[in-house]
């Protein structure tokens, strides 16, 4: 849904790339850099009730996301083990955006009178985020293709944390409380798709008539 903006960003990031690699800046330090604010802002902000300036301020270094692939591009440094880093490391920064929502909802009952299910949806949001890129992963290890799903993980994040940022300045919780509902099944949904679609690619029969 949102690759497009991805793509544009990539562009408008080539200049400030070029500038960090003049400085000596590494596409490893960017990344690790990107998931240390991130997870610093989300478990520092979000669970505090700072809804509106967490979810802006992950909103904005969600768009630097693909910075340290382009700076990898232009310093010729781009390879598996700078995919494998930013990958590994996404993990741990949605882990930190939805495990923030989760304790936003747990640490203040007073804000909502729909902390447990709201609490149960961040919970399954994080759980099954974190199953989509596996299942790719996992795929891709064994030979298959799971490129494939409605909900990517900058789908998953923008969906999230627009909600959670307008909850800040007023809207009703119950959105927040729907629109993570409708999240978690879009993320199962996109499980399912991948297992399928590996599945029709891996299944015992097809694999015999390739042979």
Known sequence: ???????????????????????GVSP?????????????????????GHLFLGAL????????????????????RSGPWGAFLDSTLDRISDGAVFGGITLWFVLHPDASSYQ????????????????????????????ADAHVGIAERTDRLVIALAPTG????????????V????????SLVTVVQR???VHRQLAPGREAARG
Request: charged letters at 10%.
């Open 166 to 177: 307008f909850v800040g300045l007023g809207l009703p919780v119950i959105v927040l409380v």
């Open 195 to 197: 297992i399928a679609a």
């Open 57 to 76: 301020l992950i909103g904005v270094f969600a768009l630097f996301d693909s910075l340290d692939g382009v700076l990898a591009r232009l310093s010729g």
């Open 28 to 48: 490893d330090a960017v990344t690790i850099a990107g998931t240390v604010v991130v997870t610093g802002v989300a478990l520092g902000l979000l669970p505090t």
């Open 116 to 143: 447990r299910w709201g609490a149960a949806a961040a919970l399954a949001c994080l759980v099954l985020g974190g199953v989509v890129p596996y299942a790719r992963a996992r795929a891709e290890s064994v030979g």
């Open 179 to 186: 629109v993570l509902w409708l999240l978690a099944a879009a």
């Open 1 to 23: 849904m949102f690759s497009r903006l991805r793509s544009a960003m990539q562009a408008l990031f080539t200049p400030l790339a070029k500038g960090l690699m003049r400085l």
